[in-house]
């Protein structure tokens, strides 16, 4: 089964129930593997993307985009995935990476690396958003995908719980920006912090405005 990666991908808003990897496996397909990131906004840290492929019979209740999820039940979904037959890779794309080549770049970035992880063990891509960046193997995007599709669902919380954490990491050798509280995102405490103390080499040069910088 292979695409042209020249020929434009179905790109799809479907506002019904979660058929779409049913109908996948309906057709004999699989091995599908869901795609998403965390990470996009932040003035600090990396982007990160996953990938998940949940076998037919790995059902996990509760899986949702995780913006709409709590941290508590973002982080007991994280390891009910990871405890799984789930196959996942999560990759880190850093800072500097982003200010060399810029955001969008550097998503799709993280986001190939996670799917070329799993590829082995693959048969067809489920993409969250509508970029419609091709792959080499077979795939479709799926507008809101991480509330429609439960392997992109695990794959946005294995994205989103992976970054949280790295950035909570981080708070313990950068204690003054308070990364454990906003996570690099461009809180009012956050941007006074960088007025203070000035960018450390977790911050996305490219994103500092003069707003921010306060000059």
């Known amino acids: 089964m292979q695409n042209d990666k020249n020929s434009p991908q179905i790109c ?36 990160v993307a996953a990938a998940a492929i949940l076998p037919p019979n790995v059902v996990i209740p ?19 995935i990871t405890n799984s037959d789930c196959i996942y890779s999560v990759q880190f794309v850093t800072a500097d990476i982003i200010d ?16 070329n992880e799993v ?20 795939h479709e995007y799926i507008i809101k995908g991480d509330a429609l599709c439960d392997c992109i669902a695990a794959a946005s919380i294995l994205a989103k719980v992976s970054r949280d954490r790295y950035m909570l990491e981080m708070a313990q050798e ?19 912090a960088i007025r203070e103390h000035g960018l450390c080499p977790l911050h996305r040069r490219s994103f500092m405005t003069a707003k921010v910088l306060g000059c």
């Open 12 to 47: 799809r808003d479907i506002l019904a129930d979660r058929s779409i990897e049913q109908n996948l496996f309906n057709k004999g397909i699989t091995a599908i593997a869901g795609i998403d990131e965390a990470g996009r906004g932040p003035l600090a840290g990396p982007v």
């Open 62 to 80: 509760g899986l949702d985009d995780s913006k709409k999820l709590t941290e508590k039940k973002r982080e007991s979904l994280y390891e009910a």
């Open 100 to 115: 060399e080549i810029g955001i969008k770049p550097a998503t799709h970035l993280a986001m190939r690396a996670a799917a």
């Open 119 to 138: 590829a082995a063990h693959c048969e067809y891509l489920l993409i969250d958003g509508n970029d419609n960046v091709a792959y080499e193997m077979p």
């Open 174 to 192: 950068y204690p003054q920006y308070g990364f454990e509280s906003h996570k690099g995102y461009g809180t009012a405490y956050h941007i006074a």
